[in-house]
Structures are given as structure tokens and as C-alpha cells.
């Protein structure tokens, strides 16, 4: 039985095939948003990594699009990678730069070095304690999360896995990995029945 969950992934720029790739493991609508008036017919929308600074430049073209992006992620359920991270947070460092303000963190960019200091790590998550995947690519810091966030994973003392609600931030990439349980924790937290529409 497929859900009736449709969720998007937004593709402007980044690693947004990779994501809609990852959904396939699970029973739900998912497709790829280009325009502002696509947001209209999915429940929820994950941002993907990639350049930030380019992805707001996309989305501030009209003007349009950023608005309505906007108010989607203050009131739909958002999983932000890397740079959706950084457009996701509420403040912004390293440089300073426009963002979305759905969770309340404070996110410094480049924080682990250039595209030459990418690294592979493993870590743990607090459901379960048991090992994740960490692929960092030109990755943020969160310095900062406010008293709703919750924080479900960190790395060498930092938070790299945080929630607000509905909306999750990761700061590494898992759709570059095999393991699900980042988009696993956030459909449950959408749909907590959803584990029982896995496919694999």
C-alpha cells in the first residue's frame, strides 16, 4: 500500500536526485520541486545539501519563490542536509547570509574546512546508540541551539543531528549512505506509523 504522504525534495541545486533515490526505500509520494507553485501539493519538503549561497540566489530570483518557501517550512514538517542546514537555521555565520528561520540555531558555514577536508566518520545517534554513517562535505557547525531544539546526534561535541517539531537539520549527508534512519526518525515524527510502509 503506497501512504499518502507526499513529500518533496527541492531541486535547485545540490544533491537532490540522491535524496528522491533515498525515499524509493520508503512507501511515499516523492518528487522533485523546481517552482514555487509545485510546494502546493506536498505535505513535506526536504532541502538539500549543496552551494547555499547559490540555491538563495535561485530562490531570491523573484522573490516569489523564497516567500513562499518561507512560509512553507514555518508551517509544514523540513529535513534540511548540509546546506539546507544553513537555509533552514535562524542565524547564519561565516559569512552572515539570508535564511529561512524554521529552527532555531545558529549555523557557521565551512566549519570543517573546504571541499578538500571532506571526510567520512562514524557516530552515534541516541535512539538506539547505535552507529551512523557521517559524510561531511564542506560542512556547517551548529554553535547554537535553542532551548526547543533537541539534539539527536553530535560529533566530536557538536550537534550535527538536530529537531524542532516537525523540522530536522543534519549537517552531513545521508543520502550518501545506505543507512535510513535519519529520513526513518523524520517520517515517524510526520507519520508515526510510517516504519511499516518500509520497502527494505
Not at 502546493?40 to 519563490?65: H, R, W
Not at 543534519?170 to 510510517?194: M, Q, R
Request: charged share 20%; with cysteine; proline share 4%.
Amino acid at each position: 500500500m503506497i501512504s499518502s504522504l507526499s513529500i518533496g525534495v527541492l531541486a535547485l541545486q545540490g544533491s537532490y536526485d540522491a535524496h528522491l533515490q533515498s525515499l524509493k526505500r520508503f512507501s511515499v509520494n516523492a518528487r522533485l520541486i523546481h517552482h514555487a507553485e509545485d510546494l502546493a501539493s506536498i505535505d513535506a519538503l526536504i532541502v538539500p545539501g549543496g552551494e547555499s549561497t547559490t540555491m538563495l540566489e535561485l530562490l531570491k530570483k523573484t522573490g516569489y519563490f523564497w516567500e513562499e518557501l518561507q512560509q512553507f517550512v514555518h508551517k509544514k514538517p523540513s529535513l534540511g542536509t548540509c546546506a539546507g542546514a544553513i537555509l533552514l537555521a535562524s542565524n547564519v555565520e561565516n559569512p552572515t547570509q539570508d535564511c529561512l528561520g524554521a529552527l532555531d540555531i545558529t549555523v557557521q558555514r565551512n566549519a570543517y574546512g573546504r571541499q578538500l577536508q571532506s571526510s567520512i566518520h562514524d557516530g552515534r545517534c541516541k535512539f538506539d546508540d547505535s552507529d551512523i554513517e557521517l559524510v561531511f562535505i564542506r560542512a556547517p557547525k551548529i554553535v547554537r541551539t535553542g532551548s526547543a531544539v533537541e539534539v539527536l546526534a553530535e560529533h566530536d561535541g557538536s550537534p550535527i543531528w538536530v529537531k524542532q517539531g516537525q523540522t530536522m537539520a543534519a549537517t552531513f549527508h545521508p543520502e550518501l549512505t545506505s543507512n535510513a534512519i535519519v529520513y526513518e526518525k523524520w517520517l515517524e515524527n510526520i507519520k508515526p506509523d510510517i516504519t511499516a510502509l518500509l520497502k527494505f
